[in-house]
């Protein structure tokens, strides 16, 4: 079994690894970025992306004629999972658009991403750049990452304690009840940003009613051609199972990043680089993994290098792993079974919070 990541405690500070020459870690990173975009590994991947975003149209345009010529089919719930697929690739590019690596121009790639996530995918390209770019300011910070704020699934001791009932029961089985619970990711992404839309946000009330707009409308049509084209029950089907393949890749491709790495207290100070890496989990697999989870994968490279495309991380990741044995900083990789194992136990460790401590096995076997 995988060693349990560092859990929060008081006063945590972590050490300041050193370099050889006694240089604190701190102002190594600067070195680091001057490698990095020296070897041209900044520059952008137009042809990458144009390739990516043009198997991904092919991909889309072969399913909607699967769509039609199966009909009245049972097997359209096979196109319905290909679909949940598909979508969420659309959404890692989203993603990178949100991070400016398709384009150099910063409003092409908030229109490529308001696209993407809003007429394909149908959610809020404005949710996702807010919470995605505070998560990235402060990775596993309490108080400041709102990828642990306390939800249905608690990431700390206290958010365990603040949860009751329903809720309180889940803390007590979370690791278990994790990818379940990402059966129903897809409907929480599509509520959650819709919400914040009419809640107001850092965009304007324009902007946000364009999204809005967009996003009502696409969602409407899908549903209206589900129920056109097939009776209720198997139109009920497939948005159910499109849905829940969206939601489990979604957050079987972000979850194994964070997720049972330290979790630092709100009064912490740490710089750029331990902050970065030090909360950040890689996971094997080369180009195939890179492919799959849209670069998330790389996930140590890319906190350090928001920007950098997605092909670039694989020769990025060698610059790094050689800077951190280096200054002695601990750099984490796992294969993607081994994360999912780390993040199962992380979780119920959390969830022991929710235990009764006199709840004992084998002191109930003795009443």
């Known amino acids: 079994m995988p060693r349990p990541a560092p859990s929060v405690r008081d006063g945590f500070r972590p ?24 070897a041209g590994l900044l520059r952008r991947a137009h042809g990458y992306y144009a390739w990516t975003l043009g198997a991904l149209g092919v991909a889309l345009g072969g399913i909607a004629t699967g769509f039609v010529l199966l009909g009245d089919s049972w097997l ?128 304007t009330l324009r902007t946000r009613l364009r999204e809005l707009g967009t996003i009502a409308l696409r ?8 129920f056109w ?9 497939f948005l159910g199972v499109q849905l829940a393949v969206f939601g489990v890749y979604m957050g079987a491709s972000f979850a194994p990043n964070h997720k049972g790495m330290a979790v630092i207290p709100a009064d912490s100070r740490l710089d750029f680089l331990s902050k970065q890496v030090l909360t950040s989990r890689n996971i094997r697999g080369g180009r195939v993994m ?14 350090l290098f928001p920007s950098m495309p997605r092909p670039h991380l694989i020769r990025t990741a060698e610059i790094v792993r050689e800077h ?28 022991l919070a929710a235990r009764d401590p006199f709840d004992c096995p084998q002191y109930r076997l003795m009443r």
């Not at 050490?15 to 020296?38: H, I, K």
């Open 76 to 203: 359209q719930l096979l196109i319905a999972a290909a679909l949940g697929l598909v979508l969420t690739q659309f959404a890692f590019v989203a993603h990178e658009a949100s991070h400016r690596q398709v384009f150099e121009s910063g409003p092409r790639n908030d229109c490529l991403g308001r696209l993407l996530a809003n007429v394909v995918v149908g959610i809020s390209y404005t949710w996702w750049m807010s919470k995605h770019n505070r998560h990235h300011a402060n990775p596993n910070k309490m108080g400041k990452d709102p990828d642990i704020e306390n939800d249905t699934i608690a990431f700390t001791e206290d958010g365990v304690r603040q949860h009751r009932g329903v809720k309180r029961w889940i803390n007590r089985y979370q690791g278990w009840l994790f990818f379940p619970l990402l059966t129903l990711e897809g409907v929480n992404l599509h509520v959650t940003s819709v919400r914040s839309l009419l809640a107001g946000g850092p965009d």
């Open 229 to 237: 084209a097939l009776p209720p029950g198997l139109a009920f089907s």
């Open 324 to 351: 951190c044995a280096t200054v002695g900083m601990p750099y984490t990789e796992t294969s993607l079974a081994q994360s999912y194992l780390i993040v199962v136990a992380y979780l119920n460790r959390v969830g």
């Open 219 to 226: 969602l409407a049509a899908y549903v209206a051609v589900l």
């Open 290 to 303: 890179n492919v799959l989870m849209g670069g998330l994968n790389f996930q140590i490279e890319h906190h």
């Open 15 to 38: 050490t300041r690894p050193r370099d050889p020459d006694g240089v604190a870690a701190t102002s190594t990173y600067t070195a680091l970025a001057r490698t990095v975009r020296e």
